[in-house]
Nanobody
Framework: QVQLAESGGGFVQTGGSLSLSCAAS????????MAWFRQAPGKEREFVAA????????VYADSVKGRFTISRDRSKDTVYLQMNSLKPEDTAVYYC??????????????WGQGTQVTVSS
């Protein structure tokens, strides 16, 4: 069974940090691009960050550039999102995704169930 399992969400105050993890299983994800998306209440899901298969190239949404860092450990089929200087507007459910191309528009074939991140003001 193919699965992406996010963890690490929680509650943090403005200016704080959180680290998210996404463990992939059920198939070999080492050649896939991996990404993080988020969806805030009442809003559409939006792209946050992506990393290519070799971890040599990353791309970020302007809203998180300089504050968030995406990384991956191919030996563990795990992707991470380090989030610093968090703001209330970062509050959302965060999802990881994988796909065959390093392209923010996808296709993103596999999705996790999401983990809640709440930033208090």
């Amino acid at each position: 069974q193919v699965q992406l399992a996010e963890s690490g969400g929680g509650f943090v105050q403005t200016g704080g940090s959180l680290s998210l993890s996404c463990a992939a299983s059920g198939r070999d994800f080492r050649s896939d691009a991996m990404a993080w998306f988020r969806q805030a209440p009442g809003k559409e899901r939006e792209f946050v960050a992506a990393i290519n298969w070799s971890a040599e190239t990353t791309v970020y949404a302007d809203s998180v550039k300089g504050r968030f860092t995406i990384s991956r450990d191919r030996s563990k089929d795990t992707v991470y999102l380090q989030m610093n200087s968090l703001k209330p507007e970062d509050t959302a459910v965060y999802y990881c995704a994988s796909g065959p191309k390093f392209n923010i528009y996808g296709p993103w074939n596999y999705w996790g169930q999401g983990t809640q991140v709440t930033v208090s003001s």
